[in-house]
């Protein structure tokens, strides 16, 4: 008898509570609002919709294609497509994709980001008619330079370091051609100055060789004259005997 009545009065305890919880709220404000006509303030950290900021200064997209969202992620809901740039050898990023109809919004792939470039954003209203719609591609994921300020400075997420100016190369590539050209201009220059006194020579080799032909052409008719003078010598010193 006596636990009967001592759960009695342990129930009538319980009720009581309940009711001064109810005599409480009856006159404070209600907490519903009329959604979506009023919309609750979210915290910055609430894991909503996953979106792609850009460097609010610039508007420059802070992906650098290093895939470790796509490899972190449990539900595999992410596929980055990227190749490598010829002139900066460095991954350039395509096109990124996220399946929010298999996403579990953990925000792994947030956490692991090293450019704060992937972040669950407050936008929770996704409903859609078909699971193709719910693919959003980079198009739909980038936020724009107001948005991605305001998550930025919700977050407490640190500012992108502005990237390294690139040295102006063509200018240098201009000057540094300019001496290639006058030596290639110098080089026809060359071959002909050369070409000249190889050709001098070569007009100076006949007319030697017309030198060389005339005394030889003089000794040939002094010959004869020799001959000549011969006869008239031995008469002479016929006459004499």
């Known amino acids: 008898m006596a636990n009967v ?4 009065f342990g129930g009538l305890g319980e009720i009581r509570k309940g009711l001064g919880t109810v005599f ?3 006159f404070r404000e209600p907490i519903t609002k009329n ?7 979210l915290s910055p950290h609430f894991r909503g919709r996953l979106a792609l900021t850009v460097n609010p200064e610039t508007g420059e997209n802070l992906c650098i294609s290093c895939r470790q969202c796509e490899r972190v992620c449990p539900d595999k809901c992410i596929e980055i497509t990227s190749h490598k740039s010829p002139e900066t050898n460095k991954l350039e990023l ?8 298999l996403c579990m919004f953990c925000g792994l792939c947030t956490e692991v980001c090293p450019t704060y470039c992937i972040i669950n954003t407050n936008d929770f209203e996704m409903a859609d008619y078909s699971r193709e ?3 959003y591609d980079i198009k739909k994921l980038t936020l724009s330079q107001d948005e991605s300020a305001f998550y930025f400075e919700g977050k407490g997420n640190p500012l992108p370091k502005p990237k390294p100016a690139k040295k102006p190369a063509e200018p240098a590539a201009a000057g540094a051609a300019k001496p290639a050209e006058a030596k290639a ?3 026809p220059a060359e071959a ?4 000249k ?4 020579k070569a007009e100076a080799k006949p007319a030697e060789a017309k030198a060389e032909a005339k005394p030889a052409e003089a000794k040939a008719d002094a010959k004869p004259a020799e001959a000549e003078a011969k006869p008239e010598e031995k008469k002479e010193e016929e006459k004499k005997d």
């Open 5 to 8: 009545i001592s759960r009695a």
């Open 185 to 187: 201009d110098a080089k």
């Open 24 to 26: 409480k709220h009856t």
């Open 94 to 101: 395509i096109d990124f994709k996220i399946d929010h109809g």
């Open 197 to 200: 006194p190889a050709e001098a």
């Open 35 to 41: 959604y979506p006509d009023e919309v609750s303030k």
């Open 192 to 195: 002909k100055a050369e070409a």
């Open 133 to 135: 719609s719910l693919i």
